[in-house]
């Protein structure tokens, strides 16, 4: 048999449901049209909205019909439907390959299937599920694309075709239908993953509780007579004068992070990263050159006139929520109202900080004269930077984690230098992170990604700050034609609780991490990140390796889970 392209007579498989075309009903049980219904062009583009569409290929306009199926196309056809009976995600059925026009007007176009002769159509076709564009607010009703199936191609038997729907399909099934091995393995990793409130008893609601006894000025407790200095100092640390939340003083009462030594492959694969838990290595980067090399007078020397971009904010928060009413050109900036009804805070805004390209020569005068008081009312930060790109000489003075290598695909290496007084504001990344600190401390306070109404993830209009270099001043000023998809409009350090209720509901976790320390955040964990310098050196030094992630979901969307990104179904 050509295991290339496939010949075979699909009059013989018609022959199988002839039966039920010519005596069926008006009306069929779902089982019938499950099993034995020639599915149109747009049967197929609506199944693809939530499932993938395994199809057998027949001519309905042949009269000609043999009267012997072969009993192995049965077999096939049957033993599908046994394999992926209960599985909502695949639907098997029938359809006519040979004169299928999409609503569109657009013939049958494949996947990956150059090699073989266009007028001959696979006897097998799996129309993969449609995932939702939800990267941009459309306007108005967008046509839907249609969809390139892929074509089996290979030895046609029950066991290879079941293991190509498998991976075509992202399912995990077996001949009798039930879980096979990785699938069992994928059940016990969503089942159980790691939770915050599995450690913690401290929501933050219960936080904001458990602490409104302190809700008074710093005047009113130290006129306090009841009130001892200690707990006066304890007290007064919890909230400042508006009554906001100060992290910095929670590390006894919020769960931190584990610390561990640097683990085997196995260990952090089976404790960390399958089960999404964040974790502290230590002593993981000691043996870096970076760690003793990277001086701010090795950058002026090696790399001083190496071009930098950066940001700058007025007052080192950076990427925060502000009113988009706030911005120069609020009263002419229109937001189509297709648009605009999908957004759930249109009255909020990401800002986006200012930016200026100088070598790094110079960004480094800036980041001493910041740290020495010379200059106020200024942070800049080479943040997220590529080390690939713009600084490769650097490579060789940084490694990924040893126990790490060859697991996911590195995606990104970063470089983040700054002043050390940052606050980058709460967002996720969709990378599984290694965040390796060299100089410094950074506190890094995380909420798990497992229920994101809680965290109000959506799309949020963003607007750019400007900066005046001559004044050297800051103005709000501009609203722009695009979303954040990653950013929290909570402000977790004075949380709006009537306006986000939910976020009452989350549990924190603090995972602080000092020079030499390596900090793992799994990928969607949204985070908020306050640096602080190493008074000596007076700066604040990073680097992070970005991995494409192990358990991957769709963004923005609150409903969306977590689930195991199929490029590593081999770690099953």
């Known amino acids: 048999m050509d295991t290339s392209c496939l010949s075979i007579n699909k009059t013989l498989l018609f022959f199988i449901v002839k039966f039920w075309i010519t005596t069926r009903c008006q009306t069929f049980s779902a089982d019938e049209i499950k099993h034995h219904y020639i599915y149109t062009p747009p049967d197929i583009q609506i199944i693809v909205d939530s499932a993938c569409f395994v199809g057998f290929s027949v001519d ?52 990956n299937f150059d090699d073989c002769d266009e007028k001959t159509s696979p006897l097998v076709s799996i129309f993969p599920k449609r995932v939702k564009d939800r990267t941009c607010l459309s306007v108005g009703t967008l046509e839907k694309p249609d969809t390139k199936p892929y074509p089996y191609d290979s030895v046609l038997n029950i066991d290879s075709l079941i293991q190509f729907v498998n991976q075509k399909c992202d399912s995990y099934r077996n001949r009798n239908g039930n879980l096979n091995i990785a699938g069992l393995h994928r059940q016990e990793i969503l089942s159980t993953m790691f939770h915050v ?95 003793f090399k990277w001086t701010n007078e090795y950058f002026k020397a090696e790399l001083g006139d190496r071009n930098v971009h950066l940001k700058l904010t007025p007052s ?57 008081r010379k200059r106020t009312g200024f942070s800049a930060y080479l943040e997220y930077s590529s080390i690939t790109n713009i600084m490769p000489d650097l490579e060789n003075d940084i490694e990924e984690m040893p126990f790490f290598t060859d697991v996911l695909e590195l995606k ?7 002043d050390g007084n940052t606050l980058g504001k709460l967002h996720f990344d969709q990378f599984d992170n290694f965040l390796c600190q060299l100089s410094g401390r950074k506190q890094v306070i995380l909420y798990d990604p497992h229920d994101n109404r809680k965290l109000y993830e959506s799309h949020i209009p963003e607007a750019m700050l400007g900066y005046n270099k001559t004044s050297q001043t800051f103005t709000k000023q501009q609203l722009v034609d695009s979303t954040s998809m990653v950013m929290s409009p909570v402000d977790i350090q004075n949380p709006n609780l009537k306006r986000f209720p939910l976020f009452g509901e989350t549990y924190p976790m603090n995972c602080t991490i000092d020079e030499g320390e390596v900090l793992y955040i799994p990928a969607f964990w949204w985070h908020e990140v306050q640096s602080y310098p190493n008074i000596k050196e007076g700066r604040n030094l990073a680097v992070n390796f970005w991995y494409e992630p192990f358990l991957q979901k769709e963004f923005p969307c609150q409903e969306c889970k977590l689930d195991v990104n199929p490029k590593y179904r081999y770690h099953l």
């Open 60 to 111: 309905t306009k042949v009269d000609d019909i043999s009267d012997k199926t072969p009993p192995e196309l049965v077999h096939i056809y049957d033993g599908l439907h046994d394999a992926f009976g209960k599985e909502e995600s695949v639907v098997v059925g029938l359809f006519d390959s040979e004169n299928f026009v999409w609503p569109s007007g657009k013939p049958l176009k494949y996947k």
């Open 316 to 372: 080192g928060e950076f990427e925060g929520i502000d009113h988009a009413g706030n911005f120069q050109n609020f009263d002419s900036f229109n937001i189509p109202p297709d648009v605009r009804n999908q957004l759930l805070f249109p009255d909020l805004v990401v800002v986006r900080p200012a930016t200026v390209n100088l070598n790094m020569s110079e960004f480094i005068d800036v980041i001493e004269s910041v740290s020495s």
């Open 412 to 418: 990104h290496r970063n470089i983040w230098l700054s």
């Open 197 to 291: 409130h599995n450690v913690s008893d401290l929501s933050t609601n219960q936080l904001l509780e458990k602490y409104s006894h302190a809700q008074c000025t710093k005047e009113q407790c130290k006129n306090s007579s009841s009130q001892k200095k200690e707990t006066e100092t304890h007290q007064a640390a919890y909230y400042n004068e508006r009554n906001l939340i100060n992290f910095k003083n929670f590390q006894t009462d919020i769960p931190r992070c584990n610390r561990i030594e640097i683990p085997s492959k196995s260990y952090f694969f089976h404790n960390h990263l399958k089960i999404s838990k964040p974790v502290i290595i230590k002593n993981a980067i000691k043996h870096w050159p970076a760690l």
